[in-house]
């Protein structure tokens, strides 16, 4: 496991065995400069132990990233847990889950993720503290509404980067993917004069998204070479290859899901296309903000929104740092992540 190209020094990663209740468990804590480690679980069917560790080290170090240019003091982590969330998901697992979290003191938050839901994160609260997301007086509990409007400020800086405008009226956005967060992106879109072209695996979706905002609906593949200003990936990773990124049309790639490029070196392809792109990671953090406020017992919903809407500015400060420093927005991300971990301070958010 020390050998896995994800490893990158990560502080504890913890393997959880309970196989009277099924539960084959990672959860990988990299690094706790900034607080305790925040990030969600994620119950998916992994071939083998090494492909579940090799998520669980990639993302954990994502969200350490996040949390830092989000301005959280939390830093990153993730746990997965190894199965099919429809069939082997049983409480019994969902509480010696829990009792693994607890053991670790709060070291480590857990919250929402792929296969774990808001019941889901119910049931753990009921045996540890350390999750969040469960949402306190009716309010907080789904992150996308949050992730949608963190998106729509960046991607708000990333217009103003790539083509020198304020107003986004008129602008032609394809968004791939028409589920909790990219529905609620279309929204904010279609709010500002965006025109939009729409793909989802679902086609009632994608009706729903022509009925209530005109949009134009493409097909789940050719969303990504569609004649767009802006392509927002609401779907799932890895949807931007070499061949997808040979045919795109869009000059700002910008949206919410996790790992849209095949490979990180696809950054570098997208940059000498002319293409500019926005790393997941500074987008979508809108959720984990939430998480983390409701965390902290500090839930108020227009101090949210301030942060939430401050991703804004954060991706301008990327943008330029890259262009300053001629790289790409991903390396410039990661660079001012890594300096406020030295710093031991994550990213000054308004008050
Ligand atoms: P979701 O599961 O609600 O929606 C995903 C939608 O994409 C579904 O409607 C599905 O039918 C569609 N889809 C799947 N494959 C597709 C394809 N090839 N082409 C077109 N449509 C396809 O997921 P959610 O919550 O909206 O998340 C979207 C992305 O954003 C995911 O990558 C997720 O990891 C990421 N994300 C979500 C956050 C949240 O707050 N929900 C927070 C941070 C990241």
Same mark, same amino acid.
């Given at each position: 496991m020390f050998d896995l190209d994800a490893f990158d020094a990560h502080e504890d990663v913890l393997f959880v065995a309970r196989p009277e209740v099924g539960l084959r468990a990672i959860i990988a804590i990299h690094d706790t400069t900034l607080g305790p480690a925040m990030g969600g679980i994620r119950m998916w069917r992994y071939p083998n132990a090494e492909a579940a560790a090799t998520d669980a080290l990639r993302l954990s170090r994502t969200m350490t990233m996040k949390n830092a240019l989000a301005g959280l003091a939390f830093g990153g982590g993730k746990s997965v847990i190894m199965g099919d969330a429809r069939a082997d998901k049983s409480p019994a697992l969902l509480d010696a889950f829990a009792d693994a979290i607890e053991r670790?003191?709060?070291?480590?938050?857990?919250?929402?993720?792929?296969?774990?839901?808001?019941?889901?994160?119910?049931?753990?609260?009921?045996?540890?503290?350390?999750?969040?997301?469960?949402?306190?007086?009716?309010?907080?509990?789904?992150?996308?509404?949050?992730?949608?409007?963190?998106?729509?400020?960046?991607?708000?800086?990333?217009?103003?980067?790539?083509?020198?405008?304020?107003?986004?009226?008129?602008? @032609? @956005?394809?968004?791939?993917?028409?589920?909790?967060?990219?529905?609620?992106?279309?929204?904010?879109?279609?709010?500002?004069?965006?025109?939009?072209? @729409?793909?989802?695996?679902?086609?009632?979706?994608?009706?729903?998204?022509?009925?209530?905002?005109?949009?134009?609906?493409?097909?789940?593949?050719?969303?990504?070479?569609?004649?767009?200003?802006?392509?927002?990936?609401?779907?799932?990773?890895?949807?931007?290859?070499?061949?997808?990124?040979?045919?795109?049309?869009?000059?700002? @790639?910008?949206?919410?899901?996790?790992?849209?490029?095949?490979?990180?070196?696809?950054?570098?392809?997208?940059?000498?296309?002319?293409?500019?792109?926005?790393?997941?990671?500074?987008?979508?953090?809108?959720?984990?903000?939430?998480?983390?406020?409701?965390?902290?017992?500090?839930?108020?919903?227009?101090?949210?929104r301030r942060r939430v809407d401050g991703i804004e500015g954060t991706v301008a400060d990327i943008l330029a740092r890259a262009e300053r420093e001629d790289i790409t927005p991903l390396a410039a991300a990661d660079r001012q992540a890594l300096a406020m971990l030295a710093r031991g301070q994550p990213r000054r958010h308004a008050a």
């Open positions: 670790l003191g709060g070291r480590y938050v857990g919250a929402e993720d792929v296969g774990i839901g808001l019941e889901d994160v119910r049931r753990l609260r009921q045996r540890t503290a350390h999750v969040s997301g469960v949402g306190a007086d009716g309010q907080g509990g789904d992150p996308s509404p949050w992730t949608a409007r963190g998106v729509f400020a960046g991607l708000k800086a990333a217009v103003r980067a790539a083509f020198g405008r304020d107003d986004l009226a008129g602008l @032609v @956005v394809g968004v791939q993917g028409l589920g909790a967060v990219g529905f609620k992106l279309c929204a904010h879109l279609h709010r500002a004069g965006c025109r939009l072209v @729409v793909a989802d695996l679902d086609p009632e979706r994608s009706d729903a998204a022509h009925a209530a905002f005109g949009a134009t609906v493409s097909g789940t593949d050719a969303i990504l070479v569609e004649p767009v200003d802006v392509l927002a990936p609401c779907a799932l990773g890895g949807v931007l290859d070499a061949a997808t990124i040979a045919a795109m049309q869009a000059k700002v @790639v910008a949206g919410a899901a996790n790992n849209p490029l095949a490979r990180e070196a696809d950054a570098e392809a997208l940059a000498a296309r002319g293409v500019l792109y926005v790393p997941d990671y500074v987008l979508n953090a809108g959720g984990v903000i939430a998480a983390a406020m409701e965390h902290a017992g500090t839930m108020d919903e227009l101090a949210l």
